[in-house]
């Protein structure tokens, strides 16, 4: 059995004898029902699959499950709203080009980012502040220079050397005891020459001992 509309060129509902329920929107076919289900669909490129779960108390919150077709490409996207407002969402391609990356975002920012066989990226207020890589992570301001690191030791444990790398020429390593950029600041400076400076500004009698390890 078939439903159209009055001018019969319009699909709007079709009951299959042991078998599917088809409903339309617009003559484009929408929800079907299956042997385990149902499953909300378009058929035709360019439209978005939607299915929403809301209560509408005072202001919308629930979720909605989106899917949307680009080229060949087909997102996923799951939303979730308390009082109307778009909180989180959960996004599979979020370009929609293929890369099938996976991302949790807070509107339009990035919290998490994950490429398949790939790198995942952590976020705060989107910008991106650790990267999983081939050879560990890297952890840094959105690739800028500007980096903190808050904790009050370091524990390596390997059995070999182990190192602070600068991975540029020409730059040294300055270990200060305040976020002050002063130079009085700087208890300790490494320079790519080899040399080392120490300042010492205790006011009661100090001493230093240097010792030169085995070859």
């Avoid at 490129?45 to 077709?69: D, F, P, V, W």
């Avoid at 190192?163 to 320079?191: A, E, H």
Wanted: proline share 0%.
């Amino acid at each position: 059995y078939s439903f159209r509309n009055a001018a019969d060129n319009e699909q709007i509902a079709t009951f299959n004898e042991n078998g599917a329920v088809d409903l339309y929107y617009d003559n484009v076919k929408s929800l079907e029902t299956t042997a385990e289900g149902i499953e909300i669909k378009k058929t035709a490129s360019g439209q978005t699959a939607r299915l929403k779960i809301e209560s509408t108390n005072g202001g919308q919150a629930g979720i909605e499950l989106r899917t949307s077709l680009s080229g060949t490409n087909r997102a996923s996207r799951i939303d979730m709203y308390n009082q109307d407002t778009l909180q989180w969402s959960i996004f599979n391609d979020y370009q929609q080009d293929g890369t099938n990356d996976f991302s949790i975002r807070h509107g339009a920012e990035e919290s998490i980012v994950c490429y398949p066989d790939s790198r995942v990226e952590l976020y705060n207020d989107d910008s991106k502040k650790f990267e999983t890589t081939a050879n560990g992570v890297t952890v840094s301001d959105n690739g800028s220079n500007d980096l903190d690191l808050h904790t009050n030791r370091f524990i390596v444990n390997r059995d070999e050397a182990f190192y602070f790398d600068q991975n540029n020429t020409g730059n040294s390593f300055i270990f200060r005891v305040s976020n002050s950029s002063g130079l009085d600041t700087n208890s300790l400076q490494l320079y790519s020459q080899g040399h080392a400076y120490f300042i010492s500004r205790s006011t009661a009698n100090s001493s230093i001992t240097i010792r030169k390890g085995v070859s």
